[in-house]
């Protein structure tokens, strides 16, 4: 029985780590068929949209769809009681909408003058962030049932909708950036209706209830995320914002291709995070002092390893460009070395913020976001105003090399490890 539960649960990460993957593979995959069809204002004009659309996410919802995912595992959520939380989340991402609309409403003219695309986009990219709440709300639900199957073919059908429909306007219909915009939304807006329909087929959700206790609870869990999510807005998105409003569109299109390519770096760190952590906490909870060791052991190795890669990135960056992208964008290779730096840097992080995960005292790492955010920023304002549009690039590496250090800092005090030690070790020996 308990190697049948092994396998099922091999299985269902292996089908959540495949859909994952892909999800986020699907930019770097449309990257060398759009950067053929796009010049670098217009795809610059693409990395506007969906920009705001992940500045978005911390307002539309409230992070609420992460409540009833957790709601799930509370005694008095058990069938007519789950119904009403999250049909009290869907009225907070109602209000929560509604809100955000009538901003847009009033300031659609100047928001749309900075961020330099056009007016209607401030209304779709609303419309996007609407659906991927839902489709996010469903997904919750499978994993909390371990339905891993359910969850990767929804996953995998809206990545193989936006990546196909993308092609469809972009390349067979020749709408342009208009068209990339426009696939994005069919795709999720379709995906969402599939998801809502499947909520209520499953009878998991109670729309026209009106429990404002649920409410409320929802909110003390989705508000206190906010500044999280605010935080990594600032270290993973704020710098299109920066460069469009210094440099223009087309700057912002280099630089979005650039993060494209060394995004999949990020991708392959995350994997592998995924498959470390339970592996991690299986030999932390054994206590042995040699096994501390070895943990060590092999993190200083890891680090070498993606510190490697990193350098490799710098010589490697302007061929990859070139082959991935085209000659228009050739300008783009020279910050891939500098976004990669920053991704190595992102998989150390993850490396020690295991030990903050085991020991529970994860509310330290949204300050330290927080404040890798700030840093990141106030580099971008110095960096570009130094080194031009790579000095974005390498205000990202140090913010990402400060949240790494902040969170090994604090890892090595809430689980002492020997960090040190095991050089005094190799040097008693």
Avoid at 361 to 390: D, R, Y
Wanted: net charge positive; hydrophobic share 55%; glycine share 8%.
């Amino acid at each position: 029985m308990s190697k049948l539960k092994g396998k099922s649960l091999l299985s269902g990460a292996a089908i959540y780590l495949f859909a994952n993957v892909l999800n986020a593979a699907v930019p770097f995959l449309l990257l060398p068929i759009l950067t053929r069809y796009l010049d670098p204002a217009e795809y610059g004009k693409v990395a506007m949209f969906q920009t705001l659309v992940a500045a978005l996410a911390a307002l539309v919802g409230l992070n609420v769809q992460g409540a009833a995912s957790r709601k799930f595992f509370d005694e008095d959520a058990q069938g007519e009681g789950l119904r009403l939380f999250i049909g009290s989340c869907f009225q907070v991402l109602l209000l929560s909408s509604l809100a955000v609309l009538a901003v847009v409403a009033v300031f659609h003219d100047l928001l749309s003058s900075w961020l330099g695309i056009p007016a209607e986009w401030l209304y779709l990219s609303i419309g996007v962030s609407v659906a991927s709440f839902i489709v996010n709300m469903r997904l919750g639900q499978w994993q909390v049932r371990r339905q891993a199957k359910a969850y990767g073919v929804l996953q995998v059908t809206q990545s193989l909708a936006i990546m196909l429909m993308s092609i469809g306007f972009v390349v067979v219909l020749s709408a342009g950036a208009e068209g990339r915009v426009w696939a994005q939304l069919l795709a999720v807006f379709c995906a969402s209706l599939i998801a809502c329909g499947l909520l209520y087929k499953d009878r998991l959700v109670h729309f026209l209830s009106w429990r404002p206790n649920y409410i409320k609870e929802a909110l003390a869990f989705g508000v206190p995320l906010i500044p999280h999510v605010v935080g990594a807005f600032l270290l993973f998105s704020v710098d299109r914002f920066v460069i469009n409003s210094e440099f223009g569109l087309e700057a912002a299109g280099l630089y979005m291709v650039a993060v494209q390519i060394s995004l999949v770096l990020g991708v392959l760190f995350d994997s592998v995070n995924k498959a470390y952590v339970p592996w991690l906490f299986e030999r932390l909870s054994r206590g042995d002092e040699s096994g501390s060791h070895q943990l060590i052991k092999y993190s200083y190795f890891y680090f070498l390893l993606l510190l490697s890669l990193a350098l490799l990135a710098f010589w490697l960056g302007p061929v990859v460009v070139r082959l991935f992208a085209g000659e228009q964008y050739a300008m783009a290779g020279t910050l891939i070395g500098w976004l990669a730096l920053g991704q190595s840097f992102k998989g150390m992080y993850f490396t020690v913020t295991g030990y903050i995960f085991y020991q529970k005292k994860t509310s330290i790492l949204s300050l330290i976001t927080i404040v890798s955010g700030g840093i990141n920023l106030a580099g971008l304002l110095v960096g570009i105003s130094l080194f031009g549009l790579e000095g974005a690039a390498i205000a990202f590496a140090v913010a990402m090399a400060c949240q790494f250090i902040f969170s090994w800092m604090f890892a090595a005090k809430v689980h002492p490890m020997p960090w040190l030690g095991v050089f005094r070790r190799k040097k008693m020996a």
